[in-house]
């Protein structure tokens, strides 16, 4: 079973796609599960990684993302938001990434997720880029 | 792409509702702002989007997605200097904008229906998302209340 992560000042890390930043702004979409993440958001630890070591890892997997930003353990817990950590090792389509976890939208509905999703990426924006490509 | 327009740029008082063309088919006169252009190449931009533009199989951006989200900041000029569009990875378009001090989302949503939703920054204010079929009165109502009571 999947540890909770415990310490609410942990930074989480955020990748946003291209096409979901505008004039530097990610948009809400960003911080909500898509219809193949199963209600999971994927971020990344900055207790195991940091933004830009984080970006690196999954550029070098060929995806892509234009920019990083954060939320804390806590702001997610705020929202009704449980993280778990998820390292991913020999994983048949995910490439290596001991800092996976995920934030766990599950409990939510899709209305509520994007309400959710909203107050995320206030916070975050509130927050700053933590990395971005120029 | 930002829209910020100047504030000397912005309406003082609420705009009337839209009126719809005198003959169906006619065209619609777009603001004379300077910003329209900037919103003219972003829905270019959204409407180019190709399938898979966000690589996780997103459909490309629907014309009626987009003629709708031309509608509304038609209807609404102010909205033109205060939001952010973005493709929704549903097909659908999503305006992001903050009004007062609320945080708000239009989500024209494929097949043009359209849904308002936001908070209350700083505050326990929520508007929860409610569907519209289309844009009409009712939609309007709702839009201009929302953040409200006026444009400025």
Redesign the interface.
């Known amino acids: 079973m999947a540890m909770s992560l415990s310490n609410a000042e942990e930074l989480l890390f955020r990748q946003i796609?291209p096409?979901?930043l505008?004039?530097g702004?990610p948009?809400?979409?960003c911080f909500m599960p898509?219809?193949?993440d199963n209600g999971q958001l994927s971020v990344d630890r900055s207790s195991i990684t940091t933004a830009e070591g984080a970006h690196e890892r999954y550029t070098r997997a060929g995806?892509?993302s234009a920019a990083v930003f954060g939320l804390s353990v806590a702001e997610f817990l705020a929202c009704g938001i449980p993280c778990f950590e998820d390292p991913t090792h020999d994983h048949p389509t995910l490439p290596d990434n001991p800092a996976h976890a995920l934030a766990d939208f599950s409990a939510h509905g899709l209305?509520s997720r994007?309400?959710v999703a909203?107050?995320l990426?206030?916070l975050a924006i509130t927050r700053g880029r933590l990395f971005g490509v120029s | 792409?930002?829209y910020a327009l100047p504030d000397r740029l912005m309406p003082s008082k609420p705009i009337p509702p839209c009126v719809p063309p005198a003959h169906p088919g006619e065209a619609q006169e777009t603001p004379s702002l300077p910003s329209w252009a900037a919103v003219e190449d972003?829905l270019a931009e959204l409407a180019a989007?190709p399938a898979d533009?966000?690589?996780?199989?997103a459909p490309p951006i629907s014309a009626i997605a987009l003629r709708v989200t031309r509608q509304l900041l038609l209807a609404r000029p102010p909205l033109v200097g205060l939001g952010?569009?973005?493709?929704?990875?549903d097909g659908g378009v999503?305006m992001?904008y903050i009004r007062g001090t609320w945080?708000l989302?239009v989500?024209v949503g494929v097949d043009g229906t359209l849904e308002i939703?936001?908070?209350e920054?700083g505050g326990t204010g929520?508007l929860?998302?409610k569907p519209y079929p289309v844009m009409d009165a009712e939609f309007v109502r709702a839009l201009d209340a929302a953040g409200g009571p006026a444009w400025r």
């Open positions: 796609h096409s979901g505008n004039a702004c948009c809400s979409s898509s219809k193949s995806r892509r209305s994007r309400m909203k107050e990426k206030r | 792409m930002a972003r989007l533009w966000n690589d996780d199989g952010d569009l973005f493709p929704s990875p999503l992001e945080d989302t989500e939703f936001g908070f920054i929520k929860y998302p």
